[in-house]
C-alpha cells in the first residue's frame, strides 16, 4: 500500500502530525498549568492530563492519515502505478514517466465511492503547443461512452412509458424505418436488441469529420448517403447474438428524435444534462477550443486538427468530464440501489445492468456478480481515450479520461493501481515474471525491423542493455523483456512474443513479424518510418 501511495499520502499525513503535535503541546501546555494551580499533586496530575491528551490526540491523527491513505492525491506526478507485468527487485513506474512514454499530455480522473464523488482532479497540459494546464473542469471527446449514456436517454422513454424495449423499433420510426431484410420476416429488430448490440445491425463504427467539414444529416448516415462515409444502417446477420454496432444507436438516435419531437442533443440537454447538474456534457458540435482538452497523437503531439465531428451523436458524440459522467453514475446508482430516483426509476436502473448476450446489457458492459457486478465502457477516437467503469452494489466507480492516443496503456496502469488499493474485484491485478539473461549474440541477431503480417506496418526491437525497446510504426513504444529462451513479454500490456529460433520469426498479437533484412537495424529514431516492402 504505502508503495503505491508514497509521497502524495506522506505530504498530507506529515501535515497532519506537524499540526497535530502543535495542538498537542498548547492544549498540554494549558491543562497541566491548571492542573497545578488546583491540585497540590501538581506533577503527577500534570503528566497524567499530558498522557491522555497524547494518546487522543494521535489517535486523531492517524485515523487522519488512514483517511489519506483511503484517498490519496491520485494524480500527483511521483504517484506509482502497478504494471501490467512486475519484475522482482525493480520500482514501480511514476505517474508522469508513464505519462511521458505513452505519450499523453494530460489525464483527468473522477473517483466515486460509497455513491459519492471524493476525487476529481487533473494533471498535465490541455495542449503541448502551449503551457496551459488541464483542469478537471475542462471537457474531453467521450467517443463510444456516448453509448450508454445516450441509452440512458433512450430509458427515460420506457420510464414515462412512450416505448417499450421488446416492441419493434419500426414501431417508433417515422420519417426512416429499417429496411426489411432475409433477417427481419417475422423478427423484427427491437430496442432491447439494439441497446444491447444483439439486433444484427451494419455499421460497427462511424468515421469522424474534419471540423468544419459539411455534416451529413441523421438521415443521411441511415441511408448511407455519399457524404455520410459510412454504409448503410440495415439488418445484416441474424438477431441475438452480440456484435458491436453504432449503426444501431443511429436507429435509437433516429427514434429518440422522432418520439420527443426535438433534436437528440436537446432531448439528452433536457432530460439528462440539465436534471443532473452536467453543465459542461453536451452532444453538440464543438466549434471553438477554449475549456478543451485538444487531442494529440502516439507520440504526444498536439494533432492538427485537435478533435473531429461527430453528426452521429448517440454512438460517438458527447463530450464531457469525468466529474460530470461520475455525476450521472452516481444517479444511475442511487436509483438502482432504490435510494433516490431523481432521473430514472429503480427499476429501469436494474434493467441496464441485466445482461441481454454475454456480457452486455442496455448500453453496459456488465460483468461479475452480486457485490463484484460492474458496468463499465471504453472511449476511443482520434487523439482521445476514456474509460468509466461503476459498481452499483457498491456504489464505487471511476471516470477517466486522456487526451492522447497512447491514453489506454495508461488508463488500464490507473485502473490497476486504483483496483489494488480500492480492492475492486477484477482489478489491480498484474503478472509477476523472472526475467531470463539471453547471449549478446542472439540479442543482436534479434534487435532490427520487422514487418508485421499480414497486417503491414513494422515494427523496430531496439536492444537497450538486456532487454529491447519495441517502437511501431506510430510511434507506440513497449519494453519487450525476455523471461525464456524463445518468449518476452511486453511489461505496458502483458503481450507475449514468441520467437522461433530456427528462422527468426516473432509472433505477437495474433500475427507474425518478419525481419525487414534490407533495412538498416541501426535505425532506432522514432520519427523514421520503415515501409514494408509487399
Same mark, same amino acid.
Given at each position: 500500500?504505502?508503495?503505491?501511495? #508514497?509521497?502524495?499520502?506522506?505530504?498530507?499525513?506529515?501535515?497532519?502530525?506537524?499540526?497535530?503535535?502543535?495542538?498537542?503541546?498548547?492544549?498540554?501546555?494549558?491543562?497541566?498549568?491548571?492542573?497545578?494551580?488546583?491540585?497540590?499533586?501538581?506533577?503527577?496530575?500534570?503528566?497524567?492530563?499530558?498522557?491522555?491528551?497524547?494518546?487522543?490526540?494521535?489517535?486523531?491523527?492517524?485515523?487522519?492519515?488512514?483517511?489519506?491513505?483511503?484517498?490519496?492525491?491520485? %494524480?500527483?506526478?511521483?504517484?506509482?502505478?502497478?504494471?501490467?507485468?512486475?519484475?522482482?527487485?525493480?520500482?514501480?513506474?511514476?505517474?508522469?514517466? *508513464?505519462?511521458?512514454?505513452?505519450?499523453?499530455?494530460?489525464?483527468?480522473?473522477?473517483?466515486?465511492? +460509497?455513491?459519492?464523488?471524493?476525487?476529481?482532479?487533473?494533471?498535465?497540459? #490541455?495542449?503541448?503547443?502551449?503551457?496551459?494546464?488541464?483542469?478537471?473542469?475542462?471537457?474531453?471527446?467521450?467517443?463510444?461512452?456516448?453509448?450508454?449514456?445516450?441509452?440512458?436517454?433512450?430509458?427515460?422513454?420506457?420510464?414515462?412509458?412512450?416505448?417499450?424495449?421488446?416492441?419493434?423499433?419500426?414501431?417508433?420510426? #417515422?420519417?426512416?424505418?429499417?429496411?426489411?431484410?432475409?433477417?427481419?420476416?417475422?423478427?423484427?429488430?427491437? %430496442?432491447?436488441?439494439? /441497446?444491447?448490440?444483439?439486433?444484427?445491425?451494419?455499421?460497427?463504427?462511424?468515421?469522424?469529420?474534419?471540423?468544419?467539414?459539411? /455534416?451529413?444529416?441523421?438521415?443521411?448516415?441511415?441511408?448511407?448517403?455519399?457524404?455520410?462515409?459510412?454504409?448503410?444502417?440495415?439488418?445484416? *446477420?441474424?438477431?441475438?447474438?452480440?456484435?458491436?454496432?453504432?449503426? +444501431?444507436?443511429?436507429?435509437?438516435?433516429?427514434?429518440?428524435?422522432?418520439?420527443?419531437?426535438?433534436?437528440?442533443?436537446?432531448?439528452?440537454? *433536457?432530460?439528462?444534462?440539465?436534471?443532473?447538474?452536467?453543465?459542461?456534457?453536451?452532444?453538440?458540435?464543438?466549434?471553438?477550443?477554449?475549456?478543451?482538452?485538444?487531442?494529440?497523437?502516439?507520440?504526444?503531439?498536439?494533432?492538427?486538427?485537435?478533435?473531429?465531428?461527430?453528426?452521429?451523436?448517440?454512438?460517438?458524440?458527447?463530450?464531457?468530464?469525468?466529474?460530470?459522467?461520475?455525476?450521472?453514475?452516481?444517479?444511475?446508482?442511487?436509483?438502482?440501489?432504490?435510494?433516490?430516483?431523481?432521473?430514472?426509476?429503480?427499476?429501469?436502473?436494474?434493467?441496464?445492468?441485466?445482461?441481454?448476450?454475454?456480457?452486455?446489457?442496455?448500453?453496459?458492459?456488465?460483468? +461479475?456478480?452480486?457485490?463484484?457486478?460492474?458496468?463499465?465502457?471504453?472511449?476511443?477516437?482520434?487523439?482521445?481515450?476514456?474509460?468509466? %467503469?461503476?459498481?452499483?452494489?457498491?456504489?464505487?466507480?471511476?471516470?477517466?479520461?486522456?487526451?492522447?492516443?497512447?491514453?489506454?496503456?495508461?488508463?488500464?496502469?490507473?485502473?490497476?493501481?486504483?483496483?489494488?488499493?480500492? *480492492?475492486?474485484?477484477?482489478?489491480?491485478?498484474?503478472?509477476?515474471?523472472?526475467?531470463?539473461?539471453?547471449?549478446?549474440?542472439?540479442?543482436?541477431?534479434?534487435?532490427?525491423?520487422?514487418?508485421?503480417?499480414?497486417? +503491414?506496418?513494422?515494427?523496430?526491437?531496439?536492444?537497450?542493455?538486456?532487454?529491447?525497446? /519495441?517502437?511501431?510504426?506510430?510511434?507506440? %513504444?513497449?519494453?519487450?523483456?525476455?523471461?525464456?529462451?524463445?518468449?518476452?513479454?511486453?511489461?505496458?500490456?502483458?503481450?507475449?512474443?514468441?520467437?522461433?529460433?530456427?528462422?527468426?520469426?516473432?509472433?505477437?498479437?495474433?500475427?507474425?513479424? /518478419?525481419?525487414?533484412?534490407?533495412?538498416?537495424?541501426?535505425?532506432?529514431?522514432?520519427?523514421?518510418?520503415?515501409?514494408?516492402?509487399?
Amino acid at each position: 500500500m504505502m508503495r503505491l501511495l #508514497k509521497s502524495g499520502m506522506n505530504r498530507k499525513c506529515g501535515e497532519v502530525f506537524v499540526n497535530v503535535a502543535a495542538q498537542i503541546r498548547m492544549i498540554t501546555i494549558n491543562r497541566c498549568f491548571k492542573q497545578l494551580a488546583i491540585r497540590s499533586e501538581s506533577d503527577r496530575n500534570g503528566f497524567k492530563a499530558a498522557k491522555r491528551w497524547w494518546i487522543v490526540f494521535f489517535t486523531a491523527a492517524f485515523a487522519a492519515c488512514a483517511n489519506f491513505s483511503e484517498k490519496p492525491d491520485w %494524480l500527483a506526478p511521483d504517484l506509482m502505478l502497478v504494471p501490467a507485468v512486475e519484475f522482482s527487485g525493480e520500482r514501480y513506474p511514476t505517474l508522469r514517466e *508513464r505519462m511521458e512514454r505513452y505519450g499523453v499530455p494530460g489525464v483527468s480522473i473522477a473517483l466515486i465511492e +460509497g455513491g459519492k464523488i471524493v476525487v476529481r482532479e487533473a494533471l498535465g497540459l #490541455k495542449d503541448t503547443n502551449s503551457v496551459e494546464q488541464i483542469s478537471p473542469d475542462m471537457v474531453f471527446q467521450a467517443a463510444s461512452i456516448s453509448k450508454p449514456v445516450s441509452a440512458f436517454g433512450v430509458m427515460i422513454l420506457v420510464d414515462h412509458q412512450q416505448v417499450e424495449l421488446d416492441a419493434p423499433a419500426n414501431t417508433y420510426l #417515422k420519417t426512416w424505418t429499417i429496411p426489411e431484410s432475409e433477417f427481419t420476416h417475422g423478427d423484427p429488430v427491437t %430496442l432491447r436488441e439494439l /441497446l444491447s448490440h444483439s439486433g444484427g445491425v451494419s455499421v460497427p463504427s462511424y468515421p469522424g469529420f474534419e471540423r468544419g467539414a459539411e /455534416l451529413p444529416s441523421v438521415g443521411d448516415i441511415l441511408i448511407g448517403a455519399p457524404n455520410a462515409y459510412s454504409d448503410p444502417v440495415e439488418v445484416i *446477420r441474424p438477431q441475438g447474438t452480440y456484435r458491436y454496432s453504432g449503426g +444501431g444507436f443511429m436507429i435509437l438516435q433516429k427514434v429518440v428524435e422522432d418520439i420527443s419531437g426535438e433534436p437528440f442533443e436537446r432531448f439528452m440537454q *433536457r432530460t439528462v444534462f440539465g436534471p443532473l447538474g452536467m453543465p459542461r456534457s453536451t452532444f453538440k458540435i464543438m466549434t471553438e477550443t477554449d475549456g478543451i482538452a485538444l487531442g494529440h497523437d502516439w507520440r504526444g503531439k498536439r494533432r492538427n486538427d485537435p478533435w473531429q465531428d461527430y453528426p452521429q451523436s448517440a454512438p460517438a458524440g458527447l463530450w464531457s468530464t469525468p466529474e460530470e459522467l461520475a455525476r450521472w453514475l452516481v444517479a444511475y446508482g442511487s436509483a438502482y440501489r432504490q435510494e433516490t430516483e431523481s432521473v430514472i426509476s429503480s427499476v429501469t436502473a436494474r434493467n441496464m445492468a441485466q445482461r441481454v448476450t454475454g456480457d452486455t446489457g442496455l448500453g453496459f458492459g456488465v460483468h +461479475g456478480e452480486g457485490n463484484a457486478l460492474h458496468l463499465s465502457h471504453a472511449g476511443w477516437t482520434i487523439g482521445y481515450r476514456s474509460y468509466m %467503469l461503476y459498481f452499483p452494489e457498491r456504489g464505487d466507480g471511476v471516470v477517466i479520461m486522456t487526451n492522447g492516443d497512447g491514453g489506454q496503456h495508461l488508463i488500464d496502469d490507473l485502473l490497476r493501481t486504483l483496483g489494488r488499493e480500492r *480492492r475492486w474485484p477484477y482489478f489491480g491485478e498484474s503478472v509477476t515474471m523472472m526475467r531470463a539473461v539471453w547471449p549478446n549474440e542472439k540479442m543482436d541477431a534479434i534487435a532490427g525491423a520487422y514487418c508485421m503480417s499480414p497486417a +503491414g506496418f513494422s515494427v523496430t526491437l531496439a536492444r537497450v542493455g538486456d532487454e529491447f525497446e /519495441l517502437t511501431t510504426s506510430r510511434g507506440s %513504444l513497449y519494453r519487450a523483456i525476455p523471461i525464456d529462451s524463445d518468449h518476452l513479454i511486453m511489461q505496458e500490456t502483458g503481450d507475449r512474443i514468441v520467437l522461433d529460433n530456427a528462422t527468426g520469426k516473432l509472433s505477437f498479437w495474433d500475427m507474425t513479424a /518478419l525481419p525487414v533484412a534490407d533495412v538498416d537495424t541501426r535505425i532506432q529514431k522514432r520519427s523514421q518510418a520503415i515501409v514494408c516492402a509487399d
